[in-house]
């Protein structure tokens, strides 16, 4: 289904439950909320008469019923700590010295400080609400953050998270698959891989073990063997807590590992909308003009389908491209063995150390080696507006396509 955002405002939605005595949690509109005060944000500051007074948000309240507090009155020291340091990063921001401005005995802080303060707090708030709806809608373990200490941004308007393939009208990506390997202890003389054709992708460490290009089949449903299998890893979702933060240098969002992740580790599956490719292109020609990277050609076998995660995936949609990168993508195959449907994964390729970035070759594809005529990376047209690359890396090609 196509969702449209809402084009009320917060504060529009706050006041109208108020006056239908409606209760809505995700807004901050509670039995609480409804009968008692509670500080959201801090707005303004000034000092009259010696005493400060700052000007306070309520939670569930709308701006029109912002008042003016003395501070003393205040129990919410980490508002005041948030307050005072996005005060502080403004005034570092434009070299200012002096954060009071003195009139007739009267101190306040400039309107530009106050405004950036407010858009800070909601930004806060907004960043906060997008990962709870992260973690309640993802389906494994581990935690995904979400941190913009670099601009305002909030979180993206149009993307939907979902944990597998959405697939568009008339494609099937689940074929029907009705029987498994009968081992008791994977991997046996008939387990899945071999099946296929194919060896075990993973050694006793539950480490890949296969070069680039050759596909993993990993055990499926029907399979006699348990959860424990060592031949079950992609289809357990991403074992690491995730952080989506913004960049520094102008490429947006990007993705950063909390823990350390050991070389030939499963990191996190790339998913979005299954389409054909021939829709591809007539997206590929937008997403071009808007500088956006999401289509993924699923060229295992054919060049059939795409996968386009712009408006609906997982954490997989944040991970920016790197001409030297630390992830690296195989086909996997589960429940489909349909070979013009495969699951991309992404594994590491080297040791990641906690806080770093992960990124993936948009040109990689899986493949055992590329070359320029047949390297066209997330993007199934062969000739289209060519995007700059700003990686940083030693090798940079220039291009993300």
């Not at 194919?198 to 296969?210: C, D, E, P």
Request: hydrophobic fraction near 30%.
């Amino acid at each position: 289904a196509w969702y449209v955002p809402c084009l009320a405002s917060l504060e529009t939605l706050q006041e109208l439950c108020r006056k239908e005595n409606l209760r809505c949690k995700s807004i901050g509109i509670t039995n609480r909320s409804l009968k008692s005060y509670e500080v959201e944000y801090l707005c303004d500051y000034k000092v009259e008469e010696g005493t400060e007074y700052y000007l306070v948000k309520w939670k569930g309240w709308p701006e029109s019923s912002n008042t003016w507090e003395p501070q003393k009155n205040l129990k919410c020291p980490l508002l005041l700590q948030n307050f005072l340091s996005d005060k502080d990063e403004y005034l570092s921001r434009v070299r200012e010295v002096k954060p009071l401005k003195v009139r007739n005995h009267f101190k306040a802080l400039k309107p530009a400080i106050a405004d950036y303060i407010v858009k800070k707090a909601k930004q806060r708030i907004a960043l906060q609400r997008w990962k709870e709806e992260l973690n309640r809608k993802k389906n494994h373990k581990a935690m995904i953050l979400v941190e913009n200490t670099v601009d305002l941004e909030g979180p993206p308007i149009d993307f939907y998270y979902i944990n597998e393939y959405k697939p568009a009208p008339g494609i099937n990506v689940i074929n029907g698959i009705t029987t498994g390997c009968e081992c008791t202890d994977c991997p046996a003389e008939k387990c899945c891989p071999k099946e296929a054709g194919f060896i075990l992708a993973y050694n006793k460490q539950k480490k890949l073990k296969i070069q680039p290009g050759l596909p993993i089949y990993e055990c499926n449903s029907f399979c006699r063997c348990g959860p424990d299998c060592p031949n079950r890893i992609v289809q357990k979702g991403t074992p690491y807590s995730l952080c989506i933060f913004r960049t520094n240098n102008g490429r947006g969002w990007g993705v950063k590992t909390l823990q350390k992740i050991r070389t030939n580790s499963f990191v996190m599956e790339y998913v979005g909308e299954v389409i054909t490719s021939e829709e591809a292109e007539r997206r590929g020609q937008l997403y071009d003009n808007q500088g956006n990277t999401y289509l993924f050609d699923l060229d295992y076998d054919s060049d059939e389908f795409t996968v386009d995660a712009a408006r609906y995936g997982n954490v997989s949609h944040f991970v920016n491209h790197s001409c030297d990168p630390n992830l690296q993508v195989f086909n996997v195959f589960i429940d489909n063995l349909d070979l013009r449907l495969p699951r991309i994964a992404l594994f590491s390729t080297r040791t990641i150390k906690a806080g770093e970035e992960l990124t993936f070759d948009y040109q990689m594809k899986g493949s055992l080696e590329l070359t320029s005529d047949s390297a066209d990376g997330l993007s199934p047209s062969r000739k289209r507006i060519r995007t700059v690359c700003k990686c940083g890396a030693v090798c940079c090609r220039g291009y993300l396509n």
